[in-house]
T-cell receptor, first 115, second 116 residues
Framework: TQLLEQSPQFLSIQEGENLTVYCNSSSVFSSLQWYRQEPGEGPVLLVTVVTGGEVKKLKRLTFQFGDARKDSSLHITAAQPGDTGLYLCAGARGGRGPTLGRLYFGRGTQLTVWP | DVKVTQSSRYLVKRTGEKVFLECVQDMDHENMFWYRQDPGLGLRLIYFSYDVKMKEKGDIPEGYSVSREKKERFSLILESASTNQTSMYLC???????????????FGEGSWLTVV
């Protein structure tokens, strides 16, 4: 069972279009992160959101953490071919003990932006 | 910059061989992780370690073991490699931080293992 469900799994769009990727769960997370992975490389952190309702912007990328801290979205405005990659959301459950440092990953959204 | 280095980028091993995947991080992070990544399945946690000589099973530990004798090094061991262990393996590390602060994970570049 996947703790975090990402949608869509694949997204293929033309340059200049807008898109939104969703990350949903029935569980509450203490924080949520978005990573981007390019072929042959490890994922790289884009952003961390911590507060319910928080919105963060990174140039053309807007990240939102749901009020109840169970979901998040990534919106890209005017997508470019350089945005192509695998986008992963990951949540931290918090708490205590050895599992404190663990993140739970969604399965990812493969985005392709065509020129 | 945090650097997580995986010793081998590409390996080809035979069924039944013992395989060692080595990972070193240079930022004195408490936590280290081993994931495997397969198309359509995302990242699945095999094992993680929150301190030297400490380990916790992840979601798919069967067929794997780990070793953390030094803080900077975390090894993944396939005791007897099988074809269904063909995958990309990602090592990662993070600081041990408090609740709500976010646990940024830094990944290595990955090791592509093919078992034939």
């Amino acid at each position: 069972t996947q703790l975090l469900e990402q949608s869509p799994q694949f997204l293929s769009i033309q340059e200049g279009e807008n898109l939104t990727v969703y990350c949903n769960s029935s569980s509450v997370f203490s924080s949520l992160q978005w990573y981007r992975q390019e072929p042959g490389e490890g994922p790289v952190l884009l952003v961390t959101v911590v507060t319910g309702g928080e919105v963060k912007k990174l140039k053309r990328l807007t990240f939102q953490f749901g009020d109840a801290r169970k979901d998040s979205s990534l919106h890209i405005t005017a997508a470019q071919p350089g945005d192509t990659g695998l986008y992963l959301c990951a949540g931290a459950r918090g708490g205590r003990g050895p599992t404190l440092g663990r993140l739970y990953f969604g399965r990812g959204t493969q985005l392709t932006v065509w020129p | 910059d945090v650097k997580v280095t995986q010793s081998s980028r590409y390996l080809v091993k035979r069924t039944g061989e013992k395989v060692f995947l080595e990972c070193v991080q240079d930022m004195d992070h408490e936590n280290m992780f081993w994931y495997r990544q397969d198309p359509g399945l995302g990242l699945r946690l095999i094992y993680f370690s929150y301190d030297v000589k400490m380990k916790e099973k992840g979601d798919i530990p069967e067929g794997y073991s780990v070793s953390r004798e030094k803080k900077e090094r975390f090894s993944l061991i396939l005791e007897s490699a099988s074809t269904n262990q063909t995958s990309m393996y990602l090592c990662a590390s993070s600081l041990s931080v408090g609740q709500g602060a976010g646990n940024t994970i830094y990944f290595g570049e990955g090791s592509w293992l093919t078992v034939v």
